[in-house]
């Protein structure tokens, strides 16, 4: 019969704490993966079914826009609502002809 002393018991706790802070690490960098796998998918779906497409226009417009601060250019682009991005891109789209024959 093995008799654990105080110490030996001890070793074993700090033994199991090290596995299981071993574990939640490797379970945390698996999880931290995933996620960033997940928000790379999700921005490339919105990227290619059209959902950021307002997004990505005022990214654009309001980069084009900070290079004439104080250059004197009274024609910086004003940034259209979303509503008013999205009705001149369906006129765009339905206004010319969009089929073979």
Same mark, same amino acid.
């Given at each position: 019969?093995?008799?654990?002393?105080?110490?030996?018991?001890?070793?074993?706790?700090?033994?199991?704490?090290?596995?299981?802070?071993?574990?939640?690490?490797?379970?945390?960098?698996?999880?931290?993966?995933?996620?960033?796998?997940?928000?790379?998918?999700?921005?490339?779906?919105?990227? =290619?079914s059209g959902d @950021?497409?307002? #997004?990505?226009?005022?990214?654009?417009?309001? *980069? $084009?826009?900070?290079?004439? /601060?104080?250059?004197?250019?009274?024609? =910086?682009?004003?940034? @259209?609502?979303? #509503?008013?991005?999205y009705l001149e891109?369906? *006129? $765009?789209?339905?206004?010319? /002809?969009?089929?073979?024959?």
């Amino acid at each position: 019969m093995h008799r654990l002393t105080m110490a030996a018991v001890g070793n074993l706790e700090s033994a199991g704490n090290k596995l299981f802070a071993l574990r939640e690490w490797r379970f945390g960098r698996v999880r931290e993966k995933l996620i960033r796998i997940l928000r790379s998918y999700w921005w490339w779906q919105r990227q =290619v079914s059209g959902d @950021a497409a307002y #997004e990505n226009y005022v990214r654009r417009a309001a *980069r $084009r826009s900070s290079g004439h /601060v104080g250059c004197g250019h009274d024609n =910086v682009e004003k940034i @259209a609502s979303a #509503e008013q991005f999205y009705l001149e891109r369906l *006129r $765009r789209e339905h206004s010319r /002809v969009n089929r073979c024959c």
